[in-house]
């Protein structure tokens, strides 16, 4: 019974030497390399810049986006006032001779109807007298020479120096016509609105509606031009004003 025991402890340090051995290998094996914290750092913050330009490259297409839209615009705004002008001077003939026509009744009568005040009840016919018709002349006159300025401070002194004359819607008219022509809109646009508020009865009350849609045309608020000139068609359809409205709209289809 002792020999098998004294056997073991002869295969004793046999067995102690390989654990030596592997405790050795252990000791000497290398360390795993941990990761740079400052490297990581360094990613972290070289994504970030990434990001950030990222973002700044996203809103400078954005920017010019929006600029070609301003562009694309302007050049509508442009397109719409040639063609405004192109109306303007084609259909300016035609009402020179319609204010002469004017011109002649008044030299032959000596009177022209009266606006209808906000009751509708008529209104004693003012006599024009030759001051006031020779006034209104003068101003005329400015205009076929295609002395605006002039013109302007002409009809502006007739509408100051003759409140009562018949001829007032007419000289309002014109004025508004100056005022499109100096490109000085919205002056146009209240003395057309005055045209047709303050005298709904005058002949010229279609000329400054369709004027009127021109008016907001230039301003670049094409769907309420747009109303405006069916509105037009639609209340004077056998005027002057009326063709001019229905060439705009045909316009805006092209």
Known sequence: ?????????????????????????????????????????????QSAANTDLLFQIQQLQQEMQALRNIVEQQGQVIVQ????????YL????????????????????????????????????????????????????????KFDQAITAYQ???????????????????????MVKNLTQEAERVFSTVIETYPESRKVSDASYKLGLVYARYGQMDKAITQMNAVKTQFPKSTASRLASQFLDAQKK
């Open 1 to 45: 019974m002792i020999t098998p025991f004294r056997n073991a402890l002869k295969v004793l340090p046999f067995l102690v030497v390989p654990f030596a051995v592997q405790a050795a290998d252990l000791t000497d094996q290398t360390m795993p390399v941990l990761a740079d914290p400052s490297r990581s750092s360094q990613s972290i913050h």
């Open 81 to 88: 006032l040639q063609k405004d002008n192109r109306g303007r």
């Open 91 to 146: 259909d300016i003939d035609s009402r020179l001779s319609n204010l002469s026509e004017d011109v002649a009744l008044l030299k032959k009568k000596g009177v022209s109807a009266a606006p209808v005040n906000n009751n509708d009840s008529p209104s004693t016919l003012p006599v024009v007298s030759g001051t006031a018709k020779d006034a209104y002349q003068q101003a005329y006159a400015l205009v076929k020479a295609q």
């Open 157 to 179: 002194a007739f509408i100051k120096n003759y409140p009562s004359s018949s001829l007032l819607p007419n000289a309002y008219y014109w004025l508004g016509e100056l005022y």
